[in-house]
């Protein structure tokens, strides 16, 4: 099981006062971050984007269904194409598959980010607070390359909010791919980096035009052309 570095941005859920049919679900990506706008304020350019690839791997610990994996995967890609950013997937690894007391194998080539969706059984000590759904470790120097998400609280939201799993799936993914690849600081008010949302707003929100600002894709190309696809 990875460990859990306490020092990192987190998406978390706060349960609201009241009864079931009047409470607020609120998703609250809690981090240490900036600004964000809806997809097709952002994508008006005269000239194509010149495309970088980040290598990605998924472990999942949750044994989550493999249609809301490729869901997901599928959404994420899209949200990065939009910025000019290719996600080059590689095999999921499931601990299902493999015999207690083992090792996840090893990929064939190594990723340049790691996704680890986690299951309830992860010990509470490794879970930065109770309501967290994801969490992308990192410091203000320097960001990390994993990222993790806590699929039976997500799983959650996307019930109570009549969304499709693999979609809530993948907005976290994007959401925590992009805290990875975004300097210190890159929480937004609106957009793919928002910070809060109501269970109204998740419910309304289509996902697939959600998306960056101008200046967080630029980072994000600049992050992924500098470090990852460097000859």
Same mark, same amino acid.
């Given at each position: 099981m990875?460990q859990?570095?306490?020092?990192? =941005? ?6 609201g006062? @009241?009864?079931?049919r009047?409470?607020? &679900?609120?998703l609250?990506l ?7 706008? %809806? ?8 000239t %194509?984007?010149?495309?970088s690839t ?5 472990? =999942? $610990? ?6 809301? *994996? ?9 949200? $990065? !194409?939009? *910025? /000019?950013?290719? #996600?080059?997937?590689l ?9 207690? /007391?083992s090792?996840?194998p090893?990929?064939?080539? +190594?990723?340049?980010l790691?996704?680890?969706v986690?299951?309830?059984?992860? %010990? ?9 759904v @994801?969490?992308a470790? /990192?410091?203000? #120097?320097?960001?990390?390359?994993i990222?993790y998400?806590? $699929? ?9 909010s009549h969304?499709? @799993?693999g =979609? ?8 925590e791919i /992009?805290?990875?690849?975004?300097? $210190?600081? +890159? ?7 928002r910070?809060? &949302?109501? +269970? ?10 959600? @998306?960056?600002t +101008?200046?967080q !894709? ?12 460097a000859?």
């Amino acid at each position: 099981m990875p460990q859990f570095n306490p020092l990192h =941005d987190v998406v978390t859920i706060v349960f609201g006062n @009241g009864s079931p049919r009047n409470r607020w &679900w609120l998703l609250t990506l809690v981090v240490w971050a900036s600004a964000g706008l %809806p997809l097709a304020e952002r994508l008006a350019t005269a000239t %194509p984007l010149e495309v970088s690839t980040v290598t990605i791997a998924i472990d =999942d $610990y949750a044994a989550v269904p493999a249609d809301e *994996i490729d869901r997901a995967q599928c959404l994420v890609t899209q949200l $990065y !194409a939009a *910025i /000019g950013v290719k #996600t080059d997937w590689l095999e999921t690894r499931r601990v299902s598959k493999i015999a207690p /007391g083992s090792r996840m194998p090893a990929n064939a080539v +190594s990723p340049d980010l790691r996704i680890i969706v986690l299951g309830p059984q992860v %010990p509470h000590a490794q879970t930065p607070q109770q309501d967290a759904v @994801g969490s992308a470790p /990192g410091t203000r #120097t320097e960001r990390g390359r994993i990222a993790y998400v806590f $699929y039976d609280r997500l799983r959650m939201i996307a019930l109570t909010s009549h969304q499709v @799993g693999g =979609d809530t799936l993948g907005v976290v993914i994007a959401h925590e791919i /992009g805290h990875l690849l975004l300097p $210190y600081g +890159s929480h937004s008010e609106t957009g793919l980096m928002r910070g809060l &949302w109501s +269970s109204e707003e998740i419910q309304r929100v289509d996902v697939r035009a959600l @998306g960056f600002t +101008s200046s967080q !894709a630029r980072d994000i190309r600049q992050r992924v052309s500098d470090t990852f696809s460097a000859p």
